[in-house]
Structures are given as structure tokens and as C-alpha cells.
């Protein structure tokens, strides 16, 4: 998705056009296209393989900003995000298509097995990364699940949610009380909060199995 925000951007699209909206999901929905056919043919190697895409998709895109003056914070932007300047018409379009998915989920839960998984799973962090970065979006992808995984089923979604309402305040706490990046901050504090929350969960189950 970033690369193809990053195509559109040397081609002198604007950034918030519909041409750049379109490039990055159609970079997105290939993405998970090979995701998908990796899976399909080369389990065993699908781990190493989207290492390998995230690696080269990146260095693609520091490629094609390498003559660009602009483009070392441009890419900054795409990574780090800007969640304290997203304009409400952004947060608009991305809750529609969040609600959209919710309701699928709830109505046509099989809809998001197979290859419909990873494409609605482009769409919505297409429209994600574009708000807060891609380092934010993966980051509250990544650790309040890895936070509660050894917790019980029937509490760890909402100790998830707790995990990531948390992180998230106190990012922006520390970002606002020492003047940091808000994207870098939130997602240091996320990950604090899961360690955190991760050793708690460890003490408790720790008498239970001795």
C-alpha cells in the first residue's frame, strides 16, 4: 500500500486524490494477492516470503524518492503518520468503511475466510495507514493481541481493546507533555503497556501451574 502512495506521489499526485487513493489499493490488493498464493503454495516459506516483500517493498520506495527533496519526509510521513492533523472528512470515510466491515463481519462472517480475508484486510489498512502511519497501524495490529495470547478466550478481547485504549492515551500524554512524534510515541507505549500486561498475566497463571 505505501509503495503505491509513494508512485502516486512521484508521479505528482495529490496526496489525498482519488488517483493516490486507487494506486495505493490496487498496491494493497496485490499485496495480498501473493500473500494469498503464498499461502496456497508455499506455506512452510510464507513467513520468510512477506518478510521479504515488506523488505523490498520499503527499499522500492526509498528508490523511487531518492532524487525527490521531498522525499525523505514524505516517507517519514507514510511511516510515522500524522494522527493529531487527520481532518474529519478522513475520519469520516475511514469509520464508514470500518462500520461496512463490522456489519460484514456480523451478517457474512465467511466472507472473511480465504482470499476475502486478505482483501478486506487491504481496504481497511489502506485507508488506516494513510491516517496514522504504518508503523501505528501495524503496531495496534501486532501487540495488544501478542499482549493477551496467553490470557482465557472469553477475557482477552476486551483486555486487548484495554491494552490498546491505554497505549494509546499515554502515547498521546507523552507526546503532548515532551513534544514526540505522536506515532512513534503511541506505539512505545503500547508496546510497554503489553509487556506490562503480559507479566501480570504471567504471575497469575504462574501458581496455577505449580
Given amino acids: ?20 487513493q486507487l494506486a495505493a489499493v490496487i498496491a494493497a490488493l496485490l499485496g495480498a494477492a501473493a500473500i494469498c498464493a503464498a499461502e496456497k503454495f508455499c506455506r512452510r516459506e510464507q513467513e520468510a516470503l512477506i518478510g521479504v516483500g515488506f523488505v523490498l517493498a520499503a ?5 523511487l524518492l531518492a532524487d525527490n527533496p521531498q522525499g525523505g519526509e514524505h516517507l517519514r510521513e507514510l511511516l510515522v503518520g500524522q494522527i493529531l492533523w487527520v ?19 456480523f451478517l457474512r462472517r465467511q466472507a472473511f475466510s480465504g482470499i476475502g480475508f486478505y482483501l478486506l484486510f487491504a481496504i481497511a489498512i489502506t485507508t488506516s495507514v494513510q ?9 495496534s495490529l501486532i501487540i495488544p493481541a501478542l499482549a493477551v495470547s496467553s490470557a482465557k478466550a472469553e477475557a482477552s478481547l476486551w483486555l ?18 515532551w513534544d514526540l512524534p505522536s506515532g512513534a510515541a503511541i506505539t512505545w507505549s503500547l508496546a510497554l503497556v503489553a509487556v ?15
Fill in 1 to 20: 500500500m505505501g509503495l503505491g502512495v509513494i508512485v502516486a506521489f512521484g508521479l505528482g499526485w495529490d496526496d489525498h486524490g482519488w488517483e493516490t
Fill in 59 to 63: 527499499t522500492a520506495s526509498i528508490l
Fill in 87 to 105: 481532518s474529519w472528512s478522513q475520519l469520516f470515510i475511514t469509520a464508514i468503511i470500518a462500520l461496512s466491515f463490522l456489519l460484514l463481519w
Fill in 131 to 139: 491516517l496514522v502511519g504504518v508503523y501505528l497501524v501495524f503496531a
Fill in 160 to 177: 486487548g481493546y484495554g491494552v490498546g485504549v491505554l497505549g494509546y492515551m499515554l502515547g498521546l500524554m507523552a507526546s503532548s507533555v
Fill in 196 to 210: 506490562i500486561c503480559r507479566t501480570c498475566l504471567w504471575i497469575i497463571r504462574k501458581p496455577l501451574n505449580t
